[in-house]
């Protein structure tokens, strides 16, 4: 299991990181989501969230949006909703169709009960005030609305942490090298129900368990540098530990014929 210092925390919630290099295109949130190819069972997140909102009707805000992966899919599915992308970053948002708009999930832009349904997918661990984002998504809902959120669990991809460390530990000399970044170590599966529970009082969890197998180490290897934005929070030369890991992976499938990660996500479905 991750365990984050105070100083990785900080890194994952610090906006100007977020806009500015994490997320500043498309490239390393499309890395991490490409890994779950490999997942069996496959999950269609965006067909479950469309799912979720079969009773929705009017606007939809989802709250750090991305790369638009699910705001795309429910214009398609969905097109009587009024769906409107948002996010920290402008840059993440050049590719995603209008209406969008560059916000901060603590200060939505948006009258009280502007929304009949949020989504906050994979994000809330990166707002700087998990508490008071979570007020702030109930106070732009509609009475009767939905919050869709969704996270992974504290025990999400153990054996991606394992590899980290064996591989940072080779490189710095020593027996075992410092944790990796965790993003949702701030706002894991096993939290988020008590969190959310401070503003909405039906809240349902649909947990998402899966195994990764891969015969190549690429999509491991693009999963981990995808964190390259917090490189200085490692504690550990990190193009150095990729490569490293890289190695670490290609041994394992010579060996075992392949490499596993266990996973562990769900989805949130809130109301008031």
Known sequence: MTTNTEQQDAAVADRKLLAQSAYSDGR??????????????????????????????????????????????????????????????????????????????????????????????????????????????????????????????????????????????????????PTRVSLSARFSLEAAPDLLGTAFSDIRVRKLPGIIEVTDPAPVVAHLASYEAWAEQCGVPFGETVTRARELVADAISSAGSFRVNCLGGILICRR
């Open 28 to 177: 390393h949130l499309a890395a991490r989501q490409s890994i779950y190819r490999w997942q069996q069972p496959r999950y269609d997140l965006p067909g479950m969230v469309a799912e979720e909102l079969a009773g929705t009707h009017g606007t939809v805000v989802d709250i750090g949006c991305g790369n638009g992966k699910f705001v795309s899919r429910l214009r398609k599915d969905r097109p009587d909703l009024r769906v409107v992308g948002m996010d920290v970053s402008e840059g993440i948002l050049a590719d995603v169709e209008n209406p969008v708009l560059v916000a901060d999930a603590q200060t939505l832009p948006l009258v009280d009960g502007a929304a009949d349904a949020v989504l906050a997918l994979h994000m809330l661990y990166h707002v700087g005030d998990v508490p008071a984002t979570v007020q702030e998504l109930a106070r732009v809902l509609q009475p009767g609305g939905v919050v869709i959120a969704s996270t992974n669990s504290a025990t999400d991809k153990r054996e991606m942490d394992q590899l980290w460390k064996r591989a940072a530990g080779d490189v710095l000399g020593i027996p075992e090298g």
